[in-house]
């Protein structure tokens, strides 16, 4: 069958298109915006990838066309779609229809650290020899790639988002995929564009907790407010908390200050029969917000057998997603490191992080271009998530229609504003010096700034 996917590029449809070339299919696709490193394992995987969007695009006449959900009416291919009345599906539904039936499904589920904590819950099933299927929005490095199917009925890992399904569905993209375990790691507002408020979006995840048997598992992070509201609504599933709350039967206790290394406690009763049990994690990543999302895969790898022994071990070997702090160079002394955080509390968690997690100053690059932050619905809160930086420079991107200035304003560490990229470039270079960790932070191509700074870097410091 040939398989054509618009808006290819995008972290869920780019995986969608690998488990498709999984099945046999031969797959093609468009997109906008073609960049890596979704495009380099597409075409390494040889998928047609197509710039840009037209009628031209569906010769030859595709089976099946599957419509990302960042696509809508008046886009020039969806209508050539509709008018040659090709099949059309969402991938959510393709995903529900073609890989998982009669798989044991993890869908990992919040606002921050859902791509991170899938790729943990995968690694640790792959270290214990269960050879998972997994669909991720991200790359994790101990797989190269953000999708496979894995094992005949082996478990399936999925990045569950509540971001709306197509422009013909505007369900949440997690409720197609009828998981046996859901983890709910945190909740809090973002998706200004299709939510109108956080009271939405908690609807949208009791409708996840809905489609959770009665024998599956629900993990929730502890410290919550609004997933405790979620649960109030009614939940007909075990439920099971981890975090820090002394009451959580899954918690962890931070033995280094930057989280790289901790105690994690699994509580399973009380009294001398119960078969408590402890490990240490001692591992590569740092943060608090790392080692929740940890604690959360653990949690996960266990409902389906995987001892908590053997995975606090396999985290010694797990290698973050890239653009998760992937360090993506380093210059005279000068590591370039990209990150995806894009929304304020996921800057300020990444910039304490890595605050915590090492010497010299921290020098930050920030792009606000999600739909959120176009809106400029939490600009207030932006100042304030930038505090652990040494310095920052706000890259004011076309389409920002609120200016930056008013973040600077409010900033408590010395910031700028730029909106010419290469002038970007030369300030941060200029400003650079040995021992500094630049940290480019953005949920999209940022014009290949990592790059440009290791260039320029080498010619200002080479």
Same mark, same amino acid.
């Given at each position: ?89 969402? #991938? ?38 269960? %050879? ?122 931070? %033995? ?30 740092? #943060? ?22 053997? #995975? ?54 920030? %792009? ?95």
């Amino acid at each position: 069958m040939h398989v054509h996917i618009l808006g290819i590029c995008g972290t869920f449809m780019g995986s969608l298109a690998l488990l498709a070339r999984e099945l046999g299919h031969r797959v093609s696709g468009s997109d906008a915006n073609v960049y890596p490193p979704m495009s380099t394992q597409l075409e390494a995987a040889g998928i047609t990838l197509q710039d840009g969007y037209g009628a031209a695009n569906l010769a030859p006449r595709p089976d099946l066309v599957i419509i990302g959900n960042a696509l809508s009416r008046g886009n020039p291919e969806v209508e050539a779609v509709l008018e040659a009345r090709l099949p059309y599906i969402s #991938g959510p539904q393709w995903l529900a229809e073609h890989v998982l039936p009669g798989r044991r499904v993890i869908a990992v589920a919040g606002t921050h650290g859902k791509t991170t904590t899938a790729s943990l819950t995968a690694w640790l099933l792959e270290a214990a020899g269960l %050879e998972p299927g997994f669909l991720i929005g991200g790359v994790p490095r101990n797989f190269g790639v953000s999708a496979r199917l894995g094992g005949a009925g082996a478990p399936f890992v999925v990045e569950a988002d509540e971001y709306d399904t197509a422009f013909f569905d505007k369900r949440s993209k997690f409720v197609h995929y009828r998981p046996e375990i859901a983890v709910l790691n945190n909740l809090e507002y973002d998706h200004a564009d299709i939510f109108p408020d956080l009271a939405a979006i908690e609807r949208q995840f009791h409708h996840l907790v809905r489609i959770v048997p009665g024998d599956g598992a629900l993990l929730v992070a502890d410290g919550e407010p609004a997933l405790e509201r979620v649960l109030e609504l009614g939940a007909w599933t075990p439920v099971s908390r981890f975090g820090t709350a002394a009451t959580s039967p899954w918690r962890l206790e931070l %033995e280094r200050e930057d989280a790289s290394r901790f105690l994690v406690i699994h509580e399973q009763g009380e009294g001398p029969d119960a078969a408590n049990e402890d490990a240490v994690v001692d591992w590569s990543l740092t #943060g608090e917000y790392n080692a929740r999302n940890a604690l959360a895969a653990l949690a996960a790898a266990r409902c389906l057998g995987v001892g908590l022994a053997a #995975g606090a071990a396999a985290l010694s070997r797990f290698e973050s997603p890239r653009r998760r702090q992937e360090l993506r160079g380093e210059v005279a002394g000068i590591r370039v490191i990209d990150d995806f955080a894009h929304h304020p509390t996921a800057i300020a968690a990444t910039l304490g992080g890595l605050k915590a997690g090492g010497e010299g100053r921290l020098l930050a690059v920030i %792009e606000p271009r999600s739909n959120t932050m176009r809106l400029g619905t939490l600009r207030a809160r932006l100042a304030e998530s930038v505090a652990a930086a040494d310095a920052v420079w706000w890259y004011q991107p076309a389409g920002l229609d609120w200016s930056l200035d008013e973040v600077v304003a409010a900033s408590p560490v010395p910031s700028r504003v730029v909106d010419d990229l290469e002038a970007l470039v030369a300030m941060v270079v200029a400003d650079a010096r040995p021992g500094d960790r630049i940290v480019a932070m953005s949920n999209g191509g940022f014009g290949g700034i990592h790059e440009r700074l290791l260039a320029a870097l080498e010619v200002a410091h080479g």
